[in-house]
């Protein structure tokens, strides 16, 4: 897993609602608490292969936005999402979907979508007038859901054009130019 620099960059109009999808009846999606430490921490590092900067998130995530799946059998957190405020160049506003994770093993169930779609709703109730995410080359499956809830390729730097025709190329999508927001910095 590669990590090109910089990070690709996504954006989507804030204010455009979108329908929180249920999850499948042996999961339910709440908001993370602190006994989700551990299972957190576990699902983070097996996903990104880092240590979680747990506590950086919980400060910057909105009041209900950090948004965790948990496999009722096992109580542990399978997914999650955070709809925070974090500042970054070249964004005027400050809403971001943050950490995007599915445990591998529950893949297919449609947790993923889930959270970001409650994330991103939580960012446009906040009131955001753009909302951005970070993302890398390699996390095919995130990029695909970003891109069926309306996230748009930001063309920040002339690098980033041809490494998101070629993420879009691995998912078999065809992209126009209407489907970039090209924003030089």
């Given amino acids: 897993m590669e990590q090109l620099e910089p990070q690709l960059e996504m954006v989507r109009p804030g204010g455009e609602r979108l329908s929180v999808t ?9 908001q993370y608490a602190e006994p989700d430490r551990a299972s957190y921490w576990e699902l983070f590092s097996g996903v990104y292969g880092i240590h979680s900067r747990l506590d950086d998130l919980r400060t910057a995530a909105l009041p209900g936005g950090f948004f ?4 009722g059998r096992y109580g542990n957190v399978v997914a999650s999402a955070a709809a925070a405020k974090y500042s970054r160049a070249g964004h005027t506003d400050p809403g971001s979907l943050q950490w995007v994770m599915t445990d591998p093993a529950h893949t297919g169930n449609g947790l993923g979508t889930a959270v970001v779609a409650a994330a991103t709703d939580r960012l446009s109730t906040e009131g955001y007038g753009r909302i951005y995410l970070s993302t890398d080359d390699w996390r095919l499956p995130a990029i695909s859901i970003y891109l069926k809830l309306g996230w748009k390729p930001l063309l920040f730097l002339p690098e980033m054009e041809p490494r998101w025709r070629a993420v879009l190329i691995a998912l078999d999508k065809q992209a126009a130019e209407a489907d970039f927001v090209i924003e030089p910095r």
């Fill in 68 to 71: 965790v799946i948990e496999h």
């Fill in 22 to 30: 249920a999850v499948p009846a042996e999961y339910s999606m709440r």
